[in-house]
């Protein structure tokens, strides 16, 4: 497993640099949903549709959270940009017996009320019009191990309505069930339902 390790510098260079492209990329960007972390730490839990996704996340912490920035990877693709590390990165290997030393290491960082975690659930790429997500069961294990820990469901939605650049709109809710997988998928999947809803009636 390649663990995170922080660099101050390369943390400055990243939060320029995506801040400039997001800036330069979108109309503009919208957050939907206040919420008040306190001094917890954070699991955000995206859907995971485009190669933005764990720069969406970047920019809600900044915007948002400011607190540490750590994202789980694929081991094949840290290995070939192992500069990731450096900004909060570490890796998992699907289908390995280092899936727990993973998930145990997400585990550490919860413990930790200056730490945010971006885990996607779904463990793959689908497109945002999918609307029935599916699940592995990590974010169940992360969940029941991890107490005083604030779970946020994120939904990101891109849309070009009527402009050349496209507008983000960030939905973000706390999630208050129970750690049960089946629970963690409907209450997400129905979230998504009314951030569509909410889409098409509000930012067209």
Request: aromatic share 14%; charged share 20%; glycine share 6%.
């Amino acid at each position: 497993m390649i663990r995170a390790k922080h660099s101050k510098f390369f943390v400055f260079f990243f939060n320029w640099y995506i801040s400039r492209i997001i800036h330069s990329h979108f109309r503009r960007v919208v957050i939907v949903g206040q919420i008040k972390p306190e001094k917890r730490p954070i699991l955000l839990v995206p859907n995971h549709f485009s190669w933005w996704d764990g720069f969406i996340a970047w920019h809600l912490n900044e915007t948002h959270f400011k607190r540490k920035y750590h994202v789980m990877m694929l081991e094949e693709q840290l290995e070939k940009h192992g500069y990731f590390t450096k900004i909060g990165a570490f890796s998992v290997r699907p289908g390995s017996r280092g899936v727990m030393e993973s998930l145990n290491y997400c585990r550490s960082i919860m413990t930790d009320g200056q730490n945010l975690l971006v885990f996607f659930p779904q463990g793959e790429l689908a497109s945002q019009h999918e609307h029935n997500l599916v699940f592995k069961s990590g974010i169940e294990r992360i969940i029941q191990s991890s107490n005083d820990t604030c779970v946020i469901l994120v939904v990101a939605l891109i849309d070009y309505f009527g402009y050349k650049k496209p507008t983000l709109v960030i939905y973000q809710k706390e999630y208050l069930g129970i750690a049960s997988l089946p629970e963690i998928q409907n209450t997400y999947n129905d979230f998504m339902q009314e951030c569509i809803s909410k889409q098409n009636n509000h930012f067209s």
